[in-house]
């Protein structure tokens, strides 16, 4: 697997001749502006790459990656891509995307202290401890860390969903929806987990309602 440094821009040479070869003004064009559709908030881990798997072009996504795809209010980096890609790039959806086999879930699942990272794990401990019983009532401790890795997505979805600036959007305009999706590695295969994003959102605005715009959702769901 491990090659040469060099080679990365050997391939990106390479790269470069094939996009131009195809297209003259694909650089020039791409150097305009940038219009994606997506949001793509994913894993940093390099086999769960973002565009490569879902077979997207340069300009098509706008990528937020970190150890075991995590949305904490506290971090302005994930916070701040979420703002600007909503309000400013206007997405139309929104992905958090896990995967099977991800060392970041599979870390926090282990009584270990890991440094820095702890606090940053203990937002996937705070998901095993919401569904803690649903977890440990699975005995197979493969299928309970798979199953970890898709209820650490929903939570990630739902951290999204609590966010002012996408309940605001998505009552003036009906996007961005934001989705649940599992990589398995094993397979190469995206999993959909089919948020129900309507119903997610009723539910937190209970709580977390951060619009005044409210009565167009109870409107909506009349
Ligand atoms: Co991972």
Redesign the pocket.
Known sequence: MSQSYEVIFENNRKWVESKIGENPSFFEDLAKTQTPDYLYIG???SR?TAEELMGAKPGEVFVHRN???LVNSLDMSATAVIEYAVQHLKVKHIIVC??Y?????KAAMTPQDLGILNPWLRNIRDVYRIHQNELEAIEDEGKRYDRLVELNVLEQCINVIKMACVQERYILEEYPIVHGWVFDLRTGKIIDLEIDFEKVLKDIQKIYNLSEDTWVMSRKTE
Not at 101 to 105: D, H, L, T
């Open positions: 894993c940093s881990d769960a150890i075991a795809n896990g995967h086999n991800c060392g970041g879930v």
